[in-house]
T-cell receptor, first 113, second 115 residues
């Protein structure tokens, strides 16, 4: 069964450093998403992406964040200058055109020191 | 404002007994409702959805959920719990119900099934 994959599973970085989190969505899916879950809190929407552009973003997704689909398979989330409060589990998800359910990857745990 | 509430932090059930995990929602327009399950160190796994039609929807692993429009609820149920059902369960609603939009999640309910 096709799955969303994410790398790395755990990323440790120093405050102020740039990080790139990588995702490979399910191959026939056209809509891509990033969510995050701070420890002990709700899963929160960050951004959705379709047809090579952002279709929706939350207020969390400020200028420090960017997304890119650099090739036909990868979908990345970049945090330009990490802050302590960016420490969270970051989930990538994808969905098929016309179907509302989103399929999630296993997550990347980001720790900012 | 659109929101999802899961009033129970934890639900404890004996194996073989029925289980219910509660969810209520607030959303403008017609809701698209979902249940996801998260096992330790794993991602969110889709269980079932309600879009329209029959109020009782069936999903993976014997789970089902009942949509109740008047009570704005979408409770997850299973007739006979298994120890392997122990996990974190999230209810989610689509933002506006009309586009391929973002999901709004509840805070999660930890289900513990004891032998």
């Amino acid at each position: 069964e096709p799955e969303v994959t994410q790398t790395p599973s755990h990323q440790v970085t120093q405050m102020g450093q740039e990080v790139i989190l990588r995702c490979v969505p399910i191959s026939n899916h056209l809509y891509f998403y990033w969510y995050r879950q701070i420890l002990g809190q709700k899963v929160e929407f960050l951004v959705s992406f379709y047809n090579n552009e952002i279709s929706e973003k939350s207020e969390i997704f400020d200028d420090q964040f960017s997304v890119e689909r650099p090739d036909g398979s990868n979908f990345t989330l970049k945090i330009r200058s990490t802050k302590l409060e960016d420490s969270a589990m970051y989930f990538c998800a994808s969905s098929e055109a016309g179907l509302p359910e989103q399929f999630f990857g296993p997550g990347t745990r980001l720790t900012v020191l | 404002a659109q929101s999802v509430a899961q009033p129970e932090d934890q639900v404890n059930v004996a194996e073989g007994n029925p289980l219910t995990v509660k969810c209520t929602y607030s959303v403008s327009g017609n809701p698209y409702l979902f249940w996801y399950v998260q096992y330790p160190n794993r991602g969110l796994q889709f269980l079932l959805k309600y879009i329209t039609g029959d109020n009782l929807v069936k999903g993976s692993y014997g789970f089902e959920a009942e949509f109740n429009k008047s009570q704005t609820s979408f409770h997850l149920k299973k007739p006979s719990a298994l120890v392997s059902d122990s996990a974190l369960y999230f209810c989610a609603v689509r933002g506006d119900g009309g586009s391929q939009g973002n999901l709004i999640f509840g805070k999660g309910t930890k289900l513990s099934v004891k032998p």
